[in-house]
């Protein structure tokens, strides 16, 4: 047993050391050995349409640029002049053929290049120009595009393992290619950075935390069988600490508001031309909903009505940022995006009927950790001696524990065996292309 993590087999019983949440130390070695270490999620292709169109970001603690250059390809600098260190971009975003440093003055092209210093002439010659820095390994997969600071972190592939092909399934709503909608969420929590990895695939707190929401849907749209839902769900461990929870056959319109009847014929005409194209298993796995982390600081909820697209930055132990996009089909009619930007705002929104109860859920245990001395441990067992580990257990929480706690203490806990996903949650998609994307370990 680590000091970190008991994950005793027999009982069963999996406990999480609440020092994890609260240690400085501990946050050090986070920082150093997952942070500096493996691949981080950045941003999505589809948000920089134009040559010359950035964005800024932090990332693992470090304030990057995510350009186009002017032929287009997608470019990541460390936001950070190369002169004396001053922030280059100070924007969220825009559009510039030059970045020029509000310090001195220094200017830079979207590929990186010093083009122009005032005053060059006090250099010489021979004075070498300094480009941007960049971070050791960009790569994107279906659009998703990451970073890593470690040059021998193994390709991205590699590190998504099971989790391409639930990006494949996100990605494949649309026929042209999924895009961010205009308007980001910024929120910021005074809590662990892990609370908000454990809420975000975390179906046992649902009923209570978003009571409001349900009695609401219950109001509009009569009584809802969640119960089930739950019961004909998934957890599924993807590998790398990647895991996800699936809801069953039908489980995408449980949780929603009623869509009107014009939005569901256009989203079953889509639907009707995918499954021609995809495969009818694979387009009844894409209807689900689902709810997956990757590691570690990636969240993409696909539950009602939209993709949305979670970004976690941890500031201290008790402190993380948080940016979250919507996903949308770019096809998709007014309709439906009205209804999926009302749900955007008024459920995931930081005022919204969700994310207000998880932050003030997350804060309460946050505070409560001043007790880690008389409570030191949090439990995560659900399920664990069930055959079947379903969207309420606490599976998918344990297998994020178990890589986080093999990276920073360098303890291996082997994974929990289940029997193989039945036919629903394994079918393939027909027209898959060989290379785009790895089997689930
Ligand atoms: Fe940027 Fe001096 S710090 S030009
Ligand atoms: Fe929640």
Known sequence: MSQYIDDDRQMPRFRVNRNVMTDPEVFAQEKEKIFDTTWLY??????????NDFKTRSVGGRPLIFAKDKK????????????????????DGGNARFMTCAYHGWSFSTSGDLVSMPGDQAYGPEFERPGLAAPAQVDSYRGFVFVTFNPDAPDLLTHLAGAAE??????????????VLEGTHHYSVKANWKLLVENSFDGYHAMSTHQRYFEMIVAARGPIDAGASLKNSRSINLGNGHAVTVGGPGSGDIFGRELSAEARAEKEARYERLRAKHGDGWVKRLDGIRNMVIFPNLVIIDLVMGVVIRKIDPVTPDYMEVTAWELAPPEEGPELKRQRLDNFLTFWGPGGLASPDDVEMLESAQRAYASVKELQWSDISRGMHSDVPVQSDEYQMRTFWRQWNEIVTGEVLPPEDYEELPEYWTAPRLDRDADSTVSAS
Do not use: F, I, Q
């Open 42 to 51: 950045l941003g999505h292709e589809s948000e920089l349409k134009k040559p």
């Open 72 to 91: 287009g390809t997608v470019r990541v600098w460390v936001n950070s002049c190369p002169h004396r260190g001053a922030m280059l971009c100070r924007e």
């Open 166 to 179: 639930y990006l494949d399934l996100v990605s494949d709503m649309s026929e042209e290619g999924m895009e």
